[in-house]
C-alpha cells in the first residue's frame, strides 16, 4: 500500500509539473501576442502585402510576399532581370524559378503542399494556435546573443516543428529555427528578427529579417488590401 501511495504521489507530481509548464508556455504565448498588437487586432487580418529586398553575392534580390488568411500565398522574386515565383494554395503549389533554369512553372508535390499550409496563415501561428490544431512546448531558455530568451517548441497541425526564441523583455520573436526542403534535401534555417514597428492597423512586425542568405528589409507593409485571388494559380 505504502508503495502504490509513492506511485501515486510521483505521478500527481509530474502530472502538476507538466500543467505548471503548459500554463506557463500559455503565459508567455500570451505576452508575446499582447507585445505584437493582441490577438484582437491579428484576428482582424485578411491579407498582408510585404515588399522587401535584399543582397545575396553581390546581386540586389526583391521579394514581394502576398498573403490573403487560408487561401493563398505567393512570393515574387526577382533578380538579374529575371522574376520567378512560389505559389502556394489549399490543395496545390509551383514554383517558377528561371535563374536554375526553368522555362515554366513545376507543380508542388502533395506531400510539400502539405507541408506549406503554415504559409497560409496571415494571422501568425500563435494566433489560436490550439484551435488550428497547432502544439506549443516551453524548452526553458537558451542563450541568443547574451540573452536568455523563451525557448518553445511548435508542432504544426501538418507535423513540421518550429523552435521560436522570445526575448523575455519585449516578448518579440528574435529567432525560429526549423527544417525545409532545398534541392531535395532537408536543412535546418535560421531566421531572425529585428527592427519591430507598429503599423496603423495596430500590429507590430519585424522591418528586417536575416535569412542564411543575407538581411533583408522590408520597406513596405500593406494590410487588408484587396487581392485578387487568381494570383494564387500557377
Request: net charge negative; hydrophobic share 40%; charged share 20%.
Amino acid at each position: 500500500m505504502k508503495t502504490l501511495r509513492f506511485l501515486l504521489s510521483g505521478a500527481l507530481a509530474l502530472a502538476t509539473l507538466f500543467t505548471a509548464q503548459a500554463q506557463t508556455a500559455d503565459e508567455i504565448i500570451n505576452k508575446h501576442i499582447e507585445a505584437i498588437g493582441g490577438a484582437a487586432n491579428w484576428k482582424k487580418v485578411n491579407s498582408v502585402i510585404t515588399a522587401g529586398s535584399l543582397t545575396v553575392q553581390g546581386a540586389e534580390v526583391s521579394i514581394t510576399s502576398t498573403v490573403v488568411h487560408n487561401k493563398g500565398a505567393r512570393q515574387d522574386i526577382s533578380v538579374m532581370g529575371m522574376t520567378g515565383y512560389t505559389i502556394v494554395s489549399p490543395t496545390a503549389g509551383w514554383n517558377l524559378a528561371p535563374w536554375n533554369g526553368q522555362t515554366t512553372a513545376e507543380a508542388m508535390t502533395a506531400e510539400d503542399v502539405k507541408e506549406s499550409q503554415d504559409q497560409l496563415d496571415a494571422q501568425g501561428t500563435l494566433i489560436d494556435y490550439k484551435t488550428k490544431g497547432h502544439t506549443v512546448e516551453l524548452l526553458g531558455t537558451e542563450d541568443i546573443e547574451g540573452t536568455e530568451c523563451h525557448k518553445l517548441k511548435i508542432t504544426l497541425k501538418t507535423g513540421k516543428t518550429e523552435t521560436i526564441y522570445l526575448d523575455p523583455k519585449s516578448f518579440y520573436m528574435v529567432r525560429m529555427t526549423g527544417k525545409q526542403k532545398a534541392n531535395g534535401q532537408e536543412v535546418e534555417v535560421t531566421t531572425t528578427f529585428a527592427n519591430y514597428q507598429k503599423l496603423p492597423e495596430g500590429i507590430v512586425i519585424p522591418m528586417s529579417v536575416t535569412l542564411p542568405f543575407g538581411e533583408m528589409t522590408v520597406s513596405k507593409v500593406e494590410i487588408n488590401k484587396p487581392v485578387d485571388e487568381s494570383i494564387f494559380k500557377g
